[in-house]
């Protein structure tokens, strides 16, 4: 399966970053940034959750010293945070690394990309989350409170980023369109008739890349700071 017709060379080989921390949810975001003509280097460093030092370096291991990405696409969801644990089952040392530490770890991983995109004067910074962050859900109130502070934080960091050409947005998305980790989970559940408007979930390949594919190009420079909701229809939220 390629790209569409409308995304197909979209980046003309633009560089393209993808950055993943603990469970796998880019899987076929890579490939589909590859159909739109971009050269893409995916990460899966640990290093990216450690100090800024440790970030600078996974960093200059992914791209090299001085290289600037067009497009960087992020999720940041270490095994502490996704575990589907009770909140009675947590403590203190298990919420802030559920909870607290990926918001930290965000704050460090943005910092290490502006000092590259913003002297370049251009580029897109993409989140990717599961978007039960947005309604809740049995056992996932680490994930939750986590995607939150990181989504606030992305808000934030686009407006102060903006005028620099550099922007920042999330994009949520269907849980079990991301990871089967998810199968698993007890999430929360509409009652009406339309579960899913488009009756289907989103491709992450020809669908999800697409959406950042378009973010980095000429058309989409103009959206920042956006949650876009790539689930389907499932929930009619911000």
């Known amino acids: ?62 791209l090299g ?30 919420w802030r690394a559920g909870a607290a530490d990926p918001i930290r770890i965000a704050m460090r991983v943005l910092a290490a990309l502006g000092a590259r995109m913003k002297p370049a004067g251009r580029g897109t910074i993409l989140f990717l989350a599961p978007s039960l962050s947005l309604v809740g859900g049995s056992g996932m109130v680490a994930l939750s409170t986590a995607l939150e502070g990181q989504r606030g934080l992305m ?39 339309v579960p899913i408007a488009l009756g289907r979930r989103p491709d992450a390949r020809t669908e999800i890349a697409a959406l950042a594919a378009w973010l980095a190009s000429p058309s989409g420079r103009g959206v920042t700071g956006a949650t876009l909701m790539v689930d389907g229809g499932e929930w009619m939220v911000p």
């Open 1 to 62: 399966m390629t790209a569409s017709a409308s995304t197909h060379g979209a980046l003309d080989g633009a560089l393209a970053l993808v950055v993943e921390l603990g469970l796998p949810l880019l899987s076929g975001v890579g490939e589909g940034l590859r159909d739109a003509g971009a050269e893409v280097v995916t990460s899966r460093d640990p290093r990216w959750a450690g100090s800024r030092e440790d970030v600078d370096a996974a960093l200059a291991a992914a």
């Open 65 to 94: 010293p001085d290289r600037a990405p067009a497009l960087v696409v992020l999720s940041l969801l270490g095994d502490e945070t996704t575990a589907l644990r009770l909140l009675s089952d947590l403590d203190l040392q298990a």
């Open 155 to 193: 808000k934030s960091i686009a407006r102060q980023w903006g005028a620099t050409g550099v922007t920042v947005n999330w994009a949520a998305a269907a849980p079990r369109a991301l990871s089967p980790h998810f199968d698993a989970a007890d999430l929360a559940a509409k009652g009406d008739a």
